[in-house]
């Protein structure tokens, strides 16, 4: 698929350096009063960034079934969200992973990953704050994590949202040998994370039912998992009300040679219930049904 199309996916004004550095300013403040101006910053951007405003309350419409003002403000409360999140995402994030359970409310079903022996998937979504996730499960499972990453349009932007450390290095998906790469990672016991939340725009993805309408997911982390026989375990982490993060480790999946589109399925009516659970902390912002019409 050419790059200029895939490209409209993922484009947004706000993936910009001066942005980043803005975040990364406010972080010297105290976070209450951080996230209270992110929240502030949050509302004006809905106002501005119109093409994503629109996707995401289309959305909205299609998850919740909300109309008229009700579906007014949870758009907004989805920019807002996302507000705090990237502001945590480029300065409570970038803590030592020993300090991060002062932000965390909450842990469940991490114990039970921490027994599983040999490597696991890691699968994902842009679902509050995902970074953390990654960050939390490789210090809970004591295990190097390898976080697959695509280019990133904005290469400016790595030092704010790729920064190895603390058992977490990044690996680009188009590295040279990178599937030897993850395949080494995983027969050494250690973890693979991907993101499943958004198709690549290739022969790799699958249509799948999402809230009622057949979407496109990556069906890459099946075929790995069932390759290397290692689990599949899908992992969020929440913002709750109380500004604090709940950590949630589903069961894992285990894959088949052939099974994959079932594992698939599996995985987005996970992702289905936490979307629906938390409609203003799922952050796409664009048309999941039709990425690409």
Not at 124 to 132: D, I, P, Y
Not at 152 to 175: I, N, Y
């Amino acid at each position: 698929m050419p790059g200029s199309r895939a490209s409209r996916w993922y484009s947004h004004a706000y993936n910009r350096a001066g942005l980043y550095r803005l975040a990364e300013g406010l972080g010297l403040l105290p976070r209450g009063l951080r996230l209270a101006l992110a929240r502030r910053l949050g509302r004006l951007a809905a106002g501005r960034l119109g093409s994503e405003r629109a996707a995401a309350r289309q959305t909205l419409e299609v998850m919740t079934g909300a109309s008229g003002a009700r579906l007014d403000e949870l758009t907004i409360r989805v920019f807002q969200d996302f507000a705090m999140c990237f502001s945590d995402l480029v300065s409570t994030n970038r803590r030592a992973t020993s300090e991060l359970g002062t932000y965390v409310r909450q842990m469940s079903g991490v114990d039970e990953v921490s027994g599983l022996s040999g490597g696991l998937i890691s699968v994902t979504a842009h679902v509050g704050n995902w970074e953390m996730a990654g960050r939390l499960l490789a210090a809970r499972s004591a295990r190097p994590t390898h976080v697959v990453v695509t280019a990133d349009e904005a290469p400016e932007l790595q030092r704010w949202v790729r920064r190895d450390g603390d058992g977490v290095r990044f690996v680009p998906r188009a590295a040279p040998g990178v599937g030897i790469t993850l395949l080494s990672a995983l027969r050494r016991g250690e973890i693979v994370a991907l993101q499943g939340d958004r198709a690549l725009g290739t022969r790799g993805d699958v249509f799948l039912p999402f809230f009622g309408r057949p979407a496109p997911f990556p069906l890459g982390p099946f075929l790995l998992a069932a390759a290397t026989r290692v689990p599949v375990v899908p992992a969020f982490c929440l913002l709750d009300e109380g500004y604090r993060y709940t950590m949630r480790v589903a069961p894992p999946i285990h894959v088949e040679r052939g099974d994959e589109e079932a594992a698939a399925q599996t995985w987005v009516k996970l992702l289905e219930s936490v979307a629906g659970e938390y409609p203003t902390q799922w952050f796409n912002f664009f048309d999941i049904w039709r990425p690409v019409a």
